[in-house]
């Protein structure tokens, strides 16, 4: 009876001690928040993200830059030589070469509201003449202190507006991949930690399962010494301490399989030895949307939906344009200002003579061989089919969102259900230990208790890791 009160006390410290040592956690625990906020200042994806970002937003405040009031100074040096029939002496046909400079500064705006440009400058030229006879006049000047114009290449076509919606779009776009791909980091930081963490509690589950078989080993073997234990049963001990040696090294394994891959988000060589055991976060608060509202919110967040919707307003521009080029196509170059020529350059800002020109060019498709036409017909196709490629992003983001929100929730009711379980198995088991102890169930009974115990926690472990992993997954989706 006293061997029986030895043996009963040693497995309680043994079961005991490997609890406790399941549940705790290493002087220095590296935390989640930890791991994801190192993955975020370490991965090469964040890094080429925010430069991508950076990029883009560069690109608008060009692209709104250019959309000011652009003032341009513009010079232009030309040479040219012209050799005509030297036996003939009209003044068309003579030899001479001409060099030439003008100078012009343009401060010129973009018609938001309607298309075109508008402009205001001044302008000068000189020009020289080399001839052989000189005559005439050899040197000449072309003064314009003043200059008004508006031009528009296609009258009734404003590509401006369409400009500026597909850039907010792309830059919304731009930023939200961002925010995403940050997202996605934190998630995949934070599966790899939970992944560690639950094969850290794997292994030490298969190690209490691996002392507690060999405890139990023992005790057998005591009573084997009187004869209370067949051999066969002895036998099937020594099997079942032999498989859990097997799937402790397993989970060892597993292990080192997932600390290499935490380690290497993190660009670590490998983690720090002194956290051997990683913390099992706080459980949050159950998710506060309905599915309506995780559905909007995915929408909403995706970079994927807005760069769709970027290249679907880029397509109904191709397709107004397109239309507009079909029929009579309308330009127009009008242009108000002062202009005087002499041959020197004071002279000629003296005197100043007021001209006005203006030009509308009409191009009329007579025989293109309906290439206008198909040039529309393909951007009306190229447009419906980024319309129905953004209602599959669309759906596809909806679909995610509502199926990880009902997984999260089921989650979150198995992992609660399997805790009350383990509790349960934990004090079955107990009482099963000590029953075998004190010879009043055999070892089928107490292995029946010690698989279900194992079983009960192996879906604990499996239940925290699906949980944190949907967890994270809904707050990619919808995070702001």
Same mark, same amino acid.
């Given at each position: 009876?006293?061997?029986? #009160?030895?043996?009963?006390?040693?497995?309680?410290?043994?079961?005991?001690?490997?609890?406790?040592?399941?549940?705790?956690?290493?002087?220095?625990?590296?935390?989640?928040?930890?791991?994801?906020?190192?993955?975020? &200042? #370490?991965?090469?994806?964040?890094?080429?993200?925010?430069?991508?970002?950076?990029?883009?937003?560069?690109?608008?405040?060009?692209?709104?830059?250019?959309?000011?009031?652009?003032?341009?100074?513009?010079?232009?040096?030309?040479?040219?030589?012209?050799?005509?029939?030297?036996?003939?002496?009209?003044?068309?046909?003579?030899?001479?070469?001409?060099?030439?400079?003008?100078?012009?500064?343009?401060?010129?705006?973009?018609?938001?509201?309607?298309?075109?440009?508008?402009?205001?400058?001044?302008?000068?030229?000189?020009?020289?003449?080399?001839?052989?006879?000189?005559?005439?006049?050899?040197?000449?000047?072309?003064?314009?202190?003043?200059?008004? !114009?508006?031009?528009?290449?296609?009258?009734?076509?404003?590509?401006?507006?369409?400009?500026?919606?597909?850039?907010?779009?792309?830059?919304?776009?731009?930023?939200?991949?961002?925010?995403?791909?940050?997202?996605?980091?934190?998630?995949?930081?934070?599966?790899?930690?939970?992944?560690?963490?639950?094969?850290?509690?794997?292994?030490?589950?298969?190690?209490?399962?691996?002392?507690?078989?060999?405890?139990?080993?023992?005790?057998?073997?005591?009573?084997?010494?009187?004869?209370?234990?067949?051999?066969?049963?002895?036998?099937?001990?020594?099997?079942?301490?032999?498989?859990?040696?097997?799937?402790?090294?397993?989970?060892?394994?597993?292990?080192?399989?997932?600390?290499?891959?935490?380690?290497?988000?993190?660009?670590?060589?490998?983690?720090?030895?002194?956290?051997?055991?990683?913390?099992?976060?706080?459980?949050?608060?159950?998710?506060?949307?309905?599915?309506?509202?995780?559905?909007?919110?995915?929408?909403?967040?995706?970079?994927?939906?807005?760069?769709?919707?970027?290249?679907?307003?880029?397509?109904?521009?191709?397709?107004?344009?397109?239309?507009?080029?079909?029929?009579?196509?309308?330009?127009?170059?009008?242009?108000?200002?002062?202009?005087?020529?002499?041959?020197?350059?004071?002279?000629?800002?003296?005197?100043?003579?007021?001209?006005?020109?203006?030009?509308?060019?009409?191009?009329?498709?007579?025989?293109?061989? !309906? $290439?206008?036409?198909?040039?529309?017909? $393909?951007?009306?196709?190229?447009?419906?089919?980024?319309?129905?490629?953004?209602?599959?992003?669309?759906?596809?983001?909806?679909?995610?969102?509502?199926?990880?929100?009902?997984?999260?929730?089921?989650?979150?009711?198995?992992?609660? #259900?399997?805790?009350?379980?383990?509790?349960?198995?934990?004090?079955?088991?107990?009482?099963?230990?000590?029953?075998?102890?004190?010879?009043?169930? &055999?070892?089928?009974?107490?292995?029946?208790?010690?698989?279900?115990?194992?079983?009960?926690?192996?879906?604990?472990?499996?239940?925290?890791?699906?949980?944190?992993?949907?967890?994270?997954?809904?707050?990619?989706?919808?995070?702001?």
């Amino acid at each position: 009876m006293k061997n029986n #009160s030895n043996i009963h006390l040693r497995l309680y410290l043994l079961t005991g001690l490997a609890f406790l040592s399941l549940w705790s956690w290493g002087q220095s625990p590296l935390t989640l928040d930890q791991v994801i906020r190192l993955s975020q &200042d #370490s991965a090469i994806t964040a890094f080429q993200s925010r430069q991508e970002y950076q990029s883009r937003q560069a690109s608008y405040e060009a692209f709104e830059a250019l959309r000011k009031p652009q003032l341009t100074l513009k010079v232009v040096p030309n040479y040219s030589r012209i050799v005509s029939d030297p036996t003939r002496d009209y003044v068309y046909l003579r030899n001479y070469d001409i060099f030439s400079t003008s100078a012009q500064l343009r401060l010129s705006q973009q018609v938001l509201p309607f298309g075109g440009e508008a402009y205001v400058g001044t302008q000068a030229i000189w020009s020289e003449y080399f001839r052989e006879s000189a005559s005439g006049y050899p040197r000449q000047f072309v003064a314009t202190p003043l200059l008004v !114009g508006y031009n528009n290449s296609l009258l009734g076509y404003n590509p401006f507006r369409w400009e500026k919606q597909v850039e907010d779009q792309r830059l919304k776009a731009a930023r939200q991949q961002h925010e995403y791909d940050l997202r996605r980091i934190a998630e995949d930081a934070a599966v790899r930690y939970i992944r560690l963490l639950c094969r850290q509690q794997m292994a030490l589950l298969r190690q209490e399962e691996l002392i507690l078989n060999d405890t139990v080993l023992a005790i057998a073997r005591e009573k084997a010494t009187i004869a209370i234990v067949t051999q066969q049963e002895l036998h099937t001990m020594e099997l079942q301490l032999q498989n859990s040696a097997n799937l402790l090294a397993f989970a060892r394994k597993e292990e080192q399989k997932a600390r290499a891959e935490l380690a290497s988000l993190l660009r670590m060589k490998q983690l720090p030895n002194d956290t051997a055991l990683l913390v099992i976060p706080e459980m949050p608060s159950p998710a506060p949307y309905t599915a309506e509202q995780v559905a909007t919110l995915a929408k909403n967040n995706s970079p994927a939906f807005q760069h769709q919707l970027a290249e679907l307003t880029e397509a109904r521009h191709q397709e107004e344009k397109a239309r507009r080029e079909q029929g009579v196509n309308v330009g127009l170059d009008i242009s108000l200002g002062l202009q005087q020529v002499n041959s020197t350059l004071g002279s000629a800002y003296k005197d100043q003579r007021v001209y006005a020109l203006g030009s509308v060019q009409l191009t009329i498709p007579l025989m293109d061989h !309906g $290439a206008a036409r198909k040039r529309h017909a $393909a951007a009306v196709a190229w447009g419906e089919r980024q319309e129905s490629a953004l209602q599959e992003t669309e759906r596809l983001l909806v679909e995610d969102a509502i199926v990880t929100l009902q997984k999260l929730n089921d989650s979150r009711k198995v992992l609660e #259900s399997t805790e009350q379980t383990i509790k349960m198995a934990e004090s079955h088991f107990y009482e099963t230990i000590e029953n075998y102890a004190n010879g009043l169930c &055999d070892v089928n009974t107490l292995s029946l208790g010690q698989s279900r115990w194992v079983t009960a926690y192996s879906n604990y472990i499996n239940a925290l890791e699906e949980f944190w992993t949907t967890h994270y997954h809904l707050q990619t989706l919808v995070q702001n």
